[in-house]
């Protein structure tokens, strides 16, 4: 049974730090990309920033590069995202996802909310 469960998420005052994991079983983690997704309320879903399973990273929109990082560590099978400098745009639910040929696995979400 696929599982992916995020954590990390909660309440911050604009300017502080998150780190968001995602655990995952019932695949073999090592063979997948990952990523991190959110979605903001009236909004779509968009990509915040995805690692390979060879570790190659990419961090999509413009307004997270430079403080958010993505990482992974296959022997906890687990991957991470590190925001720091968190603004009040950054509020969203952030979903993990997985993906290799044609499987694609999601999480249940973890809020983060940024606000003084």
């Known amino acids: 049974q696929v599982q992916l469960v995020e954590s990390g998420g909660g309440l911050v005052q604009p300017g502080g730090s998150l780190r968001l994991s995602c655990a995952a079983s019932g695949f073999t983690f090592s063979s997948y990309h990952m990523s991190w997704y959110r979605q903001a309320p009236g909004k779509e879903r968009e990509l915040v920033a995805t690692i390979t399973s060879i570790g190659v990273t990419q961090t999509m929109p413009d307004s997270v590069k430079g403080r958010f990082t993505i990482s992974r560590d296959n022997a906890k099978n687990t991957v991470y995202l590190q925001m720091n400098s968190l603004k009040s745009e950054d509020t969203a639910v952030y979903y993990c996802?997985?993906?290799?040929?044609?499987?694609?696995?999601w999480g249940q979400g973890t809020q983060v909310t940024v606000s003084s």
């Open positions: 996802n997985a993906w290799r040929f044609r499987n694609n696995y």
